[in-house]
């Protein structure tokens, strides 16, 4: 990084960057955690740096599968370069076992299996709270086409069958997740942000108890124990496992 990188943005838990190139982009991890829509705050040292390592081992383990991605290279411990996206203002959460949110607006129990993983769209937008999306509010707001939002729920689902079976290999239980797509230069659909245990819910299967063993972000929002210890265990069994395929 130097001061010809100007900053173009700063979410909650990412800087990016201008690149060189005007269609790549440096996006860089912070170390602050966030919750309830920035209700709760604080800061983790060393969390950027594990995010970043476990989205760039998740991307190019996406990518393997032909699934595209942003990810271009690694440009340090605590960033990397990607194609630079418009960004489409969604966030598209997936979930194969009831969780979260939805167990406070619906009387679903926690823990329920859905036999088919559930899309929920919500939009991307702090002042209105993310709120829930339906099909119809979604073209009548806009943002994206009708064949966008086709290709969108199809590499979604590719995703969870992709990362549900990865991470059943290293132990854990992908719960939910969340994901942002965006287009890139050529007006491909493309998967942008991170993939990290700030998006997702992983549930450790080596837990013996019966009870929930949560390694994700819920243990920061739900003030539930170690982050960082969690964090550093997915980073470990995913190099672990990486390293012996
Ligand atoms: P939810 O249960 O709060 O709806 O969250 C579902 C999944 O989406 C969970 O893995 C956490 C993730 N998520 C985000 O990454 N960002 C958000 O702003 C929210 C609300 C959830
Ligand atoms: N990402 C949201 C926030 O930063 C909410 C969450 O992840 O719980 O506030």
Redesign the pocket.
Same mark, same amino acid.
């Given at each position: 990084m130097n001061k010809e990188n100007k900053l173009i943005y700063e979410g909650k838990a990412k800087k990016i960057f201008a690149h060189e190139d005007p269609e790549k982009v440096i996006i860089e991890f912070k170390d602050d955690a966030t919750a309830f829509?920035a209700m709760k705050k604080s800061k983790y040292e060393g969390k950027g740096k594990l995010n970043c390592m476990i989205s760039k081992n998740i991307f190019k383990h996406l990518m393997s599968y032909d699934i595209p991605t942003h990810y271009i290279n690694s440009s340090s411990d605590i960033s990397f370069i990607g194609q630079k996206l418009e960004i489409i203002p969604l966030?598209v959460?997936v979930?194969n076992i009831a969780?979260?949110?939805?167990?406070k607006q619906t009387n679903i129990k926690p823990g329920t299996k859905f036999d088919n993983p559930l899309i929920?769209y919500?939009l991307k937008n702090d002042e209105l709270n @993310?709120p829930l999306l339906t099909i119809d509010r979604i073209k009548l707001i806009n943002v994206v086409k009708t064949q966008e939002l086709f290709d969108i729920n199809k590499i979604t689902l590719k995703i969870n069958e992709i990362l549900s079976e990865f991470f059943l290999n290293i132990q854990l239980k992908l719960?939910?997740?969340?994901v942002e797509f965006g287009r890139n230069s050529s007006g491909h659909i493309v998967l942008g942000d991170e993939f990290s245990p700030?998006?997702?819910?992983l549930w450790d299967l080596k837990a013996n108890n019966g009870k929930i063993k949560s390694l @994700?972000?819920d243990l920061f929002r739900n003030d539930l124990g170690d982050l960082i210890e969690a964090y550093n265990e997915i980073n470990t069994r995913i190099q672990n496992f990486i390293s012996s395929t």
């Open positions: 829509n966030e959460v979930r969780f979260g949110s939805i167990c929920d919500y @993310d719960v939910d997740f969340k700030d998006n997702c819910r @994700d972000k």
